[in-house]
């Protein structure tokens, strides 16, 4: 299956995983490097312009972390999300900070569906992505600017098997991506 954008991952090991299912261009941010790598930030930003780039971070806080700042050196990028999962990679010997599985150690299955649901075009065939909530509904379903949002958020999340760290801007991205209905 050939994916038309360059996919943005984490690490090597992420990037392996990828190219075990996928032909796709795959850059590697470094983790934390990026926000020190202005060269990478610059690539970053023309490879969105030119072919279009999807992030495909882990969903723990550090992925979050570098999702969002990747998110502001080129806005126009698509999002995929993995569900979090517990567990620990296999080359591991002992699970992450947060005890949840990667991008690498996402099942061919999870990757695929992720990377369909965020828009990238495979094959070329694209999923159209539709606005179908605004920040407003969201505020008047009470998943931002109300008391106990954030944990009305995370229940949601929880609910639909996605990270359970989104903000509020990031859900309503999530929420169109995947054609979710919030009541």
Do not use: W
């Not at 502001?72 to 599985?101: D, Q």
């Amino acid at each position: 299956m050939r994916v038309k954008e360059t996919i943005i991952v984490e690490g090597e090991h992420d990037k392996h995983k990828i190219l075990t299912y996928l032909d796709a261009d795959v850059l590697v941010t470094g983790g934390f490097q990026i926000f020190k790598d202005k060269e990478m930030q610059a690539l970053i930003r023309k490879i969105s312009e030119k072919n279009g780039a999807v992030i495909f971070t882990d969903s723990d806080r550090a992925g979050f972390i570098i999702r969002n700042f990747i998110k502001n050196v080129a806005p126009n990028v698509l999002h995929a999300y993995i569900p979090e999962i517990k567990g620990k990679e296999k080359r591991k010997p002992k699970p992450g900070a947060e005890g949840l599985l990667g991008v690498e150690g996402m099942e061919k299955e999870v990757l695929i569906n992720s990377l369909l649901k965020s828009g990238a075009m495979i094959d070329g065939e694209k999923t159209e992505i539709k606005q179908k909530y605004t920040k407003t509904d969201l505020y008047n379903y009470g998943f931002c600017g109300k008391e106990n949002s954030s944990e009305k958020r995370r229940e949601f999340c929880k609910k639909h098997s996605l990270p359970q760290k989104l903000s509020a801007n990031m859900l309503l991205d999530v929420i169109n991506t995947l054609d979710l209905e919030l009541f």
